[in-house]
């Protein structure tokens, strides 16, 4: 039997994906309903990865929401990134956890790609609509995976370790 303990790093990943994940969905909200989709620039390296040229931007106004918003993806991409890794390293057996664990990953690759895109072509409806069906597709993932890890939880299928 797997313990509560046993498990507390993974779960702790899990759980932490789906809340930031849900967090940096509202906040790339506030992007859109604020105007600040292109507060960093819209064109060259100067508006991605870079914002107006800089590493760390002067932060106010549309620049702090939009900056804010990338900056956040960070967290996501730690938690989300750490569950993967986890998942590899310590619960090889447990087919669905990798699955999930490596397709959310997968997932936020190709969304902070469209990130970049949304910038580059200047808020491409097109393009921002894709951003935000696959945001909804993450989250989906990160919540299937947190669900998967609690069910696991207190299974005397997982080997501990
Ligand atoms: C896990 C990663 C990310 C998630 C879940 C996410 C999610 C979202 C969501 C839900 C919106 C609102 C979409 C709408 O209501 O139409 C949005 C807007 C936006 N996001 Fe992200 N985002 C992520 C990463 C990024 C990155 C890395 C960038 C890089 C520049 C970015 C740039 C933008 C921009 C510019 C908008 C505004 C689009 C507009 O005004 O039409 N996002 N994001």
Redesign the pocket.
């Given at each position: 039997m797997t313990s509560l303990k046993e498990t507390l790093g993974l779960r702790i990943l899990a759980y932490g994906s789906v809340l930031s994940?849900y967090i940096?969905?509202v906040i790339?909200?506030y992007?859109?309903f604020s105007g600040s989709?292109l507060a960093c620039g819209s064109a060259g390296p100067d508006s991605?990865p870079l914002c107006n040229g800089q590493v760390v931007p002067t932060l106010s106004g549309p620049v702090l929401v939009?900056w804010t918003?990338?900056l956040f993806?960070l967290v996501?991409g730690l938690f989300v990134l750490g569950t993967t890794i986890v998942a590899w390293t310590r619960y090889r057996e447990e087919k669905r956890i990798l699955q999930l664990s490596t397709a959310s990953f997968l997932v936020?690759l190709v969304?902070?790609l469209l990130?970049?895109v949304?910038?580059k072509t200047a808020?491409d409806p097109l393009v921002?609509?894709a951003?935000?069906a696959v945001?909804s597709a993450?989250f989906s993932a990160v919540i299937l995976n947190a669900i998967t890890v609690r069910r696991l939880t207190g299974s005397s299928r997982l080997l501990p370790g």
């Open positions: 994940t940096l969905i790339g909200g992007v859109v989709g991605w939009e918003h990338r993806t996501v936020l969304q902070i990130g970049m949304t910038v808020l921002s609509t951003h935000l945001a993450l």
